[in-house]
């Protein structure tokens, strides 16, 4: 009947937070809250390589409604990182976006898109209301203008 037994082992994967994010041209560093394993010693980071045709053709997935592969690399965000695949290779090697995925981390509180982009959600209001005060002090400023040149009409 033959052997049962299957020659994959279990992928051996740990969840870390994602505590800092520094993008460059060609990569994106995420700085973890506990150490990865290299073959070339422990980290707190972990390298993304940035490839903008692979991010075109996701984003056009993500539109056809079909979801998106890459995950969310930001700042307080849980990322699930294969140890295995980490122990094959340099800490100075650009791993593939799509290595690792977005996890949920109940209790802990994993962070929603919400409060991901919260500090910029906040700065765009406040930008905006810092516009619509200069434009009402520019229209002051019009009508006292208009009104040392014209005195207005009785």
């Known amino acids: ?26 990569y994106t560093r995420c700085y973890l ?3 990865v394993p290299y073959r070339n010693g422990n980290r707190k980071h972990i390298d993304f390589k940035n490839d903008k045709v692979l991010e075109f053709l996701d984003f056009g997935t993500m539109l056809s409604g ?4 890459i995950p ?5 965000w849980y990322i699930e990182i294969s140890i295995d695949h980490t122990c094959e290779h340099y800490s100075y090697d650009n791993f593939g976006k799509r ?10 509180g994993g962070t929603s ?21 200069m434009i009402e002090q520019a229209r002051f400023e019009r009508r006292i203008r208009e009104w040392h ?6």
């Not at 290595?99 to 802990?108: E, Q, T």
């Open 72 to 76: 969310i690399l930001a700042e307080g």
């Open 149 to 154: 040149y014209e005195p207005p009409k009785k």
């Open 113 to 133: 898109l919400l409060e991901a982009t919260g500090d910029l959600g906040n700065e765009i209001f406040e930008r905006r209301e810092m516009r619509e005060a």
């Open 66 to 69: 079909m979801g998106s592969r």
């Open 1 to 26: 009947m033959g052997n049962s037994q299957s020659n994959t082992r279990p992928i051996n994967c740990k969840i870390y937070r994602i505590i800092g994010v520094d993008e460059e041209k060609d």
């Open 99 to 108: 290595s690792v995925s977005n996890v949920m981390v109940s209790g802990g």
């Open 33 to 35: 809250d506990d150490y």
